[in-house]
């Protein structure tokens, strides 16, 4: 008996100091592989895609609109305009590796953008677009301000690209449609290179893998960028007064809800691992979340994370396409619109983390 | 009756033994904590420290940080090797307890434990059997000591495990498996292990055996019949922590630690392996002479001061009882009280501060102040959240904000709870100060979690 003992404990022993203290793999079962392939595949690369065929038709028609300043071709390059900005709100939780590495989503999307510094720019001509400097005097806020901004009226505004300085409009805008395509393209030849095959490749759970970078990406879009970026700083939540000059679209002013609901729908869309092209979903949050039964306060957690997407959804709707008017007519819909923002946030954040066990750090905690 | 228990001997060679593997372990654990870069990630790298509320002064010094680890190791080892032992245990009391107080972030149930066994270790004989000490002095050579002084470790080594077992007692741990349920799965890569992890019926069945084991272990290493299984019982459950979980070296602490239970016989014989190892014996302090419990003014105060101390131990960790709502919720009385395992909790805590005269604000982006295990400790801590905002405040106030005011946004889940709100949005932190009262701000759990 006391042999069997000493056998067991040493065998128990054994095992323990083999498993090493600065590793914490965990082994959930969940296939991370068949994850990151359909995310690559099916959703990251076909939105970078749609966002170049976007950006393609912006370009053409910045061009035909350059070429002859009408105000009917104004009207028809803001429609793409407007097109690739809901494009890019699918792209944008996405901004790791090559986009990372090239500023994307501050050279994309950086609002409020500086009308003051835009009109320099264009009076000098001279600028570069990579200088961090340059961040709110380009991208989609910049166009935002050039064609939708300059005048009251689109006569007034058509009239700067047929006046005294339009070759300086005109290089302005061109230069500002081609840096959106160059850097995209950038992107998006690199995951059509070897980046998308490193990226399904690395599919551990250290703080470096591919799932924890996508899914901190993620949260950071939707915590950051969609709930404080789209909501919350212009409706005052973190200053003593409200902000309407911070609501992304300020100067088309009625497309404010279409951003935001476009960038909820890609946020829920990449939970339910919803494919970008098609109805059809694969694996995702949602999925992996089901797959480890996680249940929180006796529901699925994927479930109140999907109801509450339905709330914002709800909530969103009450609220005006002109944010700037409905702020100053009544924040209150925008702060409920936030509230419920806010509390998916925290269940991404806290609850779904907490499941997935994305660990943050090694070290030591308490035992018995 | 009381002053007959103080008039029983034991052989010194029991504590002459726990002071040689604890002062061993100990300079292993530093060794272990310096290697993996611990002390520059969790000591001098962070640009802000939360401290302990009375011992805001104790803060880690630079770079000299390391010379306290190296003092702490260097008397470790002279505890181990029983030299200069009344300088060496005061040493590694302090430097230990200095470096535990730098920064609560850090606190470990297992480092307050090490704490109170070196304070207790600073009035003990345990230097008059199998040390330098006593090798070089023979006045201070005996063979036995009074019996308390091997109790003593005892009692403190049975607190822990009996009130780490009572704190158990909790509907969530007994009734939901939590948090063991959510912990358990996929914690290992043995096959097998890890099929079993996955079931319900184990997350219940290791809740229970816990509870049991925590409860009762004490009194399976009392009896002497029982002992051999009480102590296969420790191993066991030790290692399958250590194997479940990133405990580190605690395991191991508490099995040798728990190895005091056992006769004298079995101490002397391990020591009389070391010492051959040595190309020496016991035989120089096996004497014969006793150490006489003594009297005197000095050592009835040392007396009462233990006495107390061991009262003290047995009472604080139910001051939580003085505190409305749930204590997992609030946390106010659950350091310090043996409450290990319990709780799977994480939480989400947004700042803004505002200076409302002058119209300014900011959304605080806490990674510019906190490392990431800061900001998770400190994002379910209402203490930390509290004392977090106080830095902030005085923070901003340099950038020119004049009185600003701290609001935070946060979140909290616990035990396969849904998250929900967990601070009062609307206070201003900036004017809420640490004491023991209730911290009103904290917002109520909407729960129960029946038990101790």
Redesign the interface.
């Known amino acids: 008996m006391?042999k069997i003992?000493f056998l067991?404990?040493l065998i128990?022993?054994i095992?323990?100091c083999s498993?090493t203290?600065?590793d914490?793999?965990?082994?959930?079962?969940y296939d991370r592989t068949i994850l990151l392939t359909h995310w690559a595949n099916n959703i990251i690369i076909p939105s970078y895609t749609n966002y170049q065929t976007k950006l393609q038709t912006l370009v053409a028609d910045a061009n035909t609109f350059t070429t002859t300043p009408t105000e009917a071709n104004l009207l028809i390059v803001r429609g793409s305009w407007l097109e690739a900005y809901k494009a890019y709100q699918y792209v944008s939780p996405y901004s790791f590796g090559k986009a990372e590495d090239i500023y994307f989503k501050e050279k994309n999307n950086t609002y409020p953008t500086s009308a003051t510094a835009i009109n320099t720019n264009i009076t000098t001509g001279t600028y570069d677009f990579g200088l961090i400097s340059q961040f709110n005097k380009q991208g989609l806020p910049a166009l935002d301000y050039v064609l939708n901004g300059l005048g009251e009226t689109n006569a007034e505004i058509v009239a700067f690209y047929t006046g005294t300085n339009a070759a300086k409009y005109k290089k302005y805008l061109t230069d500002l449609v081609t840096i959106l395509k160059t850097n995209n393209d950038t992107v998006l030849t690199d995951w059509n290179g070897n980046y998308k095959s490193l990226y399904i490749a690395n599919n551990g759970n250290s703080v470096s893998s591919s799932v924890n970078i996508t899914l901190n990406n993620f949260l950071e879009g939707f915590e950051k960028d969609i709930r404080?970026g789209k909501v919350g700083?212009p409706a005052g939540?973190?200053?003593?007064?409200t902000r309407p000059q911070d609501v992304e679209g300020y100067y088309k002013k009625d497309v404010s809800k279409i951003l935001l609901n476009t960038a909820v729908k890609g946020a829920q869309d990449f939970f339910n691992g919803k494919n970008f092209n098609t109805n059809a979903t694969g694996p995702g949050l949602k999925e992996y979340l089901d797959f480890?039964k996680v249940?929180?306060?006796g529901?699925n957690?994927s479930t109140?994370i999907n109801s509450q997407f339905e709330n914002i959804v709800t909530k969103n709707a009450e609220l005006s396409d002109n944010f700037r008017n409905q702020i100053t007519t009544d924040n209150t819909k925008m702060l409920t619109s936030y509230d419920a923002l806010?509390l998916n946030?925290?269940?991404l954040?806290?609850?779904m983390?907490?499941?997935l066990?994305i660990t943050?750090?090694?070290?030591?905690?308490?035992?018995? | 009756m009381f002053q007959n228990y103080f008039k029983q001997y034991t052989s010194a060679a029991t504590l002459a033994f726990f002071r040689l593997a604890f002062g061993l372990m100990m300079l292993l654990s530093l060794i272990r904590f310096a290697s993996?870069g611990?002390i520059q990630k969790?000591y001098i790298a962070p640009q802000f420290h939360f401290t302990y509320y009375g011992f805001e002064w104790v803060k880690p010094i630079g770079i000299y940080t390391y010379l306290i680890f190296i003092i702490c190791g260097i008397a470790a080892l002279f505890v181990a090797l029983g030299y200069q032992y009344k300088w060496a245990i005061l040493s590694f009391f302090l430097s230990f307890t200095y470096i535990e107080l730098m920064d609560k972030t850090?606190y470990?149930?297992?480092y307050y434990f090490i704490t109170i066994i070196s304070l207790v270790l600073c009035f003990l004989p345990a230097n008059c059997y199998f040390s330098i000490d006593a090798y070089k002095n023979e006045k201070i050579r005996f063979q036995t000591i009074p019996r308390w002084t091997t109790d003593i470790l005892k009692v403190l080594l049975a607190i822990?495990?009996i009130y780490?077992g009572l704190a158990k007692l909790n509907s969530d741990w007994i009734f939901e498996a939590m948090p063991l349920k959510?912990w358990l799965?996929?914690?290992?890569?043995?096959p097998g292990l890890?099929y079993l992890m996955d079931q319900n019926w184990v997350h219940y069945a290791f809740s229970w055996f816990?509870a049991i084991y925590?409860l009762g272990i004490v009194f399976l290493m009392l009896n002497k019949k029982t002992r051999?299984i009480g102590f296969?019982l420790i191993?066991?459950f030790?290692?399958?922590?250590?194997?479940l979980?990133?405990?580190?070296?605690?395991?191991y602490v508490?099995i040798i630690s728990s190895l005091i239970f056992f006769e004298p016989s079995l101490h002397k014989k391990m020591l009389t392996i070391i010492a051959k190892f040595f190309s020496t014996s016991l035989i120089l302090f096996e004497n014969g002479k006793q150490k006489v419990q003594r009297f005197t003014p000095i050592h009835r105060f040392q007396l009462g001061f233990l006495g107390f101390f061991m009262a003290f131990q047995l009472l604080f960790p139910f001051r939580y009882l003085c505190y409305p709502d749930e204590l997992f919720w609030t946390e106010e009385g659950y350091r310090f009280s043996?409450r290990?395992?319990l709780m799977?909790k994480?939480?989400?805590a947004e700042f803004?501060v505002?200076?409302?005269n002058n119209?300014?604000?900011?959304?605080v982006d806490n990674s510019h102040f906190l490392?990431?295990?800061q900001e998770?400790q400190m994002a379910f801590q209402p203490d930390f959240i509290l004392e977090y905002a106080h830095f902030l405040n005085e923070y901003y106030q340099k950038q020119g904000f004049v009185n600003p005011e701290v609001y935070v946004?946060s979140?909290?889940?616990l035990n396969?709870?849904?998250?929900q709100k967990y601070i009062d949005p609307t206070i201003n932190l900036a004017k809420e100060y640490e004491s023991f009262k209730y911290k009103t701000w904290i917002l109520p759990f909407n729960d129960t979690i029946k038990g101790l």
């Open positions: 006391k003992f067991f404990s128990t022993l095992v323990a498993s203290d600065g914490t793999t965990t082994n959930d079962g404080a700083l939540k973190f200053s003593t007064g480890l249940v929180r306060s529901k957690l109140t806010q946030v925290s269940y954040k806290i609850d983390m907490q499941a066990k943050v750090y090694y070290v030591d905690s308490d035992g018995d | 993996y611990w969790f850090t470990l149930n297992h822990v495990y780490a959510i799965p996929d914690n290992t890569n043995i890890n816990g925590d051999n296969f191993v066991v030790h290692l399958l922590t250590r194997i979980f990133p405990i580190g070296v605690f395991p508490m043996w290990v395992m799977e994480s939480g989400y803004t505002l200076d409302k119209n300014k604000s900011i959304r490392t990431p295990f998770k946004s979140y909290v889940a396969g709870r849904l998250s």
